[in-house]
């Protein structure tokens, strides 16, 4: 375990800070897809950016939490990297 990894679990003991942090959770899960989708599909920041007109920096600004991209560049991203987006609600 890291530091950091340390310091989140000790941090997750305070309920507030708890709190704060599982409503990010859906970001989280978005940043984490896209990361991981990029990665599996071999791709650069750069290489997705060219396949699909989205700046690189615009990017790397969504996968560190800095931008919340709308659906139309969500489906761009897919679709840059040859997939599908797949959206779900589930019970909470």
């Known amino acids: 375990m890291t530091d950091f990894d340390t310091y989140v679990a000790e ?7 708890k ?11 978005i940043i984490h897809a ?5 990665k599996t599909s071999g791709m650069t920041q750069k290489q997705l950016s060219e396949k699909t007109g989205i700046a690189q920096g615009d990017i790397n600004k969504i996968e560190i939490g800095e931008a919340n991209p709308t659906l139309n ?6 679709s840059g ?3 599908k987006l797949k959206l779900e609600f589930i019970p909470a």
């Open 11 to 17: 941090k997750l003991k305070d309920p507030v800070y």
């Open 19 to 29: 709190a704060e942090y599982d409503a990010l959770e859906p970001e989280f899960a």
């Open 34 to 38: 896209i990361i991981e989708a990029r």
């Open 73 to 78: 560049t969500l489906k761009r991203l897919a």
């Open 81 to 83: 990297m040859d997939m």
